[in-house]
């Protein structure tokens, strides 16, 4: 397979952070620029790319996973599910991830932001919604308040006639 293929990543991560089961494209997507064939031990490199590439931060608490992977050129969205193990069973709670391709509607945001005036900050904004992130995450990723989120996309909104985030997308989408 090339990495030209975009089936998406499927990941079944144990408690330790080790790969239970994953499909083709988690293991393209996490092995590239090589192949699988060329590696040796590839349990092994998937264990380390899975804590070095998609682990956000771990405690003893609480175990995050990055929003989004790079491999090569390409964006992932990544997007963790943890899985409660029935209490009969005993077995600890796995992690379920999914890295599929970022599709960027970067040209239709680009029309949009000339038609409606939006400023560069809005248009990240905007962006950042694009990828699925809450107000909070974009907070986080501007490096600005939730609320200064909030404001730029009531601003953005009015300026494109909508009165929902997901409007804001909608239309965004719908111009691509």
Avoid: W
Avoid at 81 to 89: G, M, V
């Amino acid at each position: 397979m090339s990495i030209g293929n975009s089936e998406p990543g499927f990941l079944l991560v144990s408690p330790s952070l080790d790969p239970i089961a994953c499909n083709a494209g988690a293991v393209q997507i996490l092995t590239f620029p090589s192949t699988p064939e060329k590696i040796k031990k590839l349990n092994t490199f998937l264990t380390d790319r899975i804590r070095s590439g998609l682990v956000h931060r771990q405690s003893r608490e609480s175990l995050e996973f990055v929003t989004e992977f790079k491999s090569g050129k390409r964006r992932y969205i990544c997007r963790s599910f943890r899985l409660e193990a029935q209490e009969s069973s005993g077995a600890q709670p796995t992690v379920a991830v999914l890295l599929e391709r970022y599709a960027s509607g970067s040209a239709a945001l680009s029309q949009m932001s000339e038609q409606f005036a939006l400023t560069e900050r809005e248009k990240e904004t905007v962006e950042l919604l694009l990828q699925g992130l809450t107000s909070k995450e974009i907070a986080t990723r501007m490096n600005i308040s939730p609320n200064t989120v909030k404001a730029f996309l009531r601003l953005v909104m009015v300026k494109m006639g909508v009165s929902t985030r997901s409007g804001i997308v909608g239309r965004v989408v719908g111009n691509s």
